[in-house]
Every structure is written in C-alpha cells, then in structure tokens.
Antibody, heavy 123, light 109 residues
Framework: EVQLAESGGGSVQPGESLRLSCDAS????????MTWVRQVPGRGLEWVAS????????YYVDSVEGRFSISRDNAKNSLHLQMNSLRVGDAAFYYC????????????????WGRGVLVTVSS | FQLTQPHSVSASPGKTVTIPCTRS????????VQWYQQRPGRSPTTVIF?????SSGVPGRFSASIDTSSNSASLVISGLTTEDEADYYC?????????FGGGTRLTVL
C-alpha cells in the first residue's frame, strides 16, 4: 500500500521559512516523479512543484519560483519542499503526491495523495 | 492554458451526472486529463487518470471521455449515491506546467 506522510507544517510570519517533508513507502520511490499540490482551505487545488525521479529536473508554478525549492533523497524515500520568503498567500494545506513513473518525460498524472500538512502565514 | 468546470451540479440518487471540463487553448487530446474526488475534510483521491483509466478501487459507475471537437473532457457518474457527494477536479499538464480546473461541487439530493 502506498503511503505518503507529510510533516513540517506550522504557523510562521510573512518572510519566514519552513521546510516540508514527505516520507514515502509502499512503492519504489526512486522510480517516480513526485509533486507538491496545495489548497487554501475552502478553495481549489493548485500545483506547486514537481521533481523528476532522479532529481535532475524540477518545475515550479510561477508564484513560488525563486522562493520555494523542491528536492528529494532517494536513499531515504523522502521528498522535501523548502519554502522561503513566505507570504500570506502561501497559507494552505500542502499535499505530497506520487506522480508518473520515469522515464516519462513530463509530470502531471497523479496517482496517490498524502493527508496533507497545514501551513499558516500571518503576522 | 486553463481548465473550466461548472461550479456545481446536482442530481438525485440513482441518476447519472456529467461534469464537463473545457480546455481554453491547446488540444485537449494532446495531454492526458485526470479527475480527482475530494470529500469534505479529506485529501483528494484519484478517480480517473490518463483520460479514461479508473484508479484502483474506483467503481465502474465512474467513467470519463475526451471530445476533441469541443476541446473538453467529461466525467460521468451513474447510479449516484450519497457517497458520491464531493468536489471533483479535472487536471492536465503541458511542458512541466500542471493545471487544475476550479472544481465542481456535486450534490446528490
């Protein structure tokens, strides 16, 4: 059974940083693209970032480019999202998602979702 | 590109409902479309991937299709039950960028 467990959420002030983690199990982590998706409570889903199976390619939504960094540790089956210069608009639930299997060239077909972790940004 | 869905749809138990998703630019058939279900207070789950493929454990009452003439995708749910009440999101991608529709609230009344 695929399991994705997010951690690292919390409450911060604008301009501060947080690092989210996702521990994966139940599948061959190093074979899959991985993605972060977020959702403001009561609103729709928004793609945030994706990383290729070997970490060689990353993609970001424009609104987080230059502030967020997605990374992975295939030896530890873990995915990370370093979030710097956080804004009020970044407050949301963040979901870790198992995406497509390599060597597919593009991410964007989600198969499994974590339970999510809440990030709150307020002064 | 954008994906446009109706804000809400409703139907009675046992009936069939169709949720459309229209792509604003680019060919709907050029990239796979996925559908996700999100029940209140829960994380999303995958219902349909790669246009028409049901995710494991999803009942056969759920189906989907692509219509290139209208540049749209559709999710069809037949034999509606109250368990189907949820938000449904379509999603696609292109060149690394991934896009969700705004979501459709399905009410079974």
């Amino acid at each position: 059974e695929v399991q994705l467990a997010e951690s690292g959420g919390g409450s911060v002030q604008p301009g501060e940083s947080l690092r989210l983690s996702c521990d994966a199990s139940g599948f061959s982590f190093s074979d899959y693209w991985m993605t972060w998706v977020r959702q403001v409570p009561g609103r729709g889903l928004e793609w945030v970032a994706s990383i290729k199976a070997d970490g060689s390619e990353v993609y970001y939504v424009d609104s987080v480019e230059g502030r967020f960094s997605i990374s992975r540790d295939n030896a530890k089956n873990s995915l990370h999202l370093q979030m710097n210069s956080l804004r009020v608009g970044d407050a949301a639930f963040y979901y870790c998602v198992r995406d497509r299997q390599s060597p597919i060239l593009m991410p964007g077909v989600y198969h499994d979702w974590g339970r999510g972790v809440l990030v709150t940004v307020s002064s | 590109f954008q994906l446009t869905q109706p804000h809400s749809v409703s139907a009675s138990p046992g009936k069939t409902v169709t949720i459309p998703c229209t792509r604003s630019s680019g060919n709907i058939g050029s990239r796979y479309v996925q559908w996700y279900q999100q029940r209140p207070g829960r994380s999303p789950t995958t219902v349909i991937f790669e246009d028409t493929q049901r995710s494991s454990g999803v009942p056969g009452r759920f189906s989907a299709s692509i219509d290139t003439s209208s540049n749209s995708a559709s999710l069809v749910i037949s034999g509606l039950t109250t368990e189907d009440e949820a938000d449904y999101y379509c999603q696609s991608y292109d060149s690394g960028v991934q896009v969700f529709g705004g979501g459709t609230r399905l009410t079974v009344l």
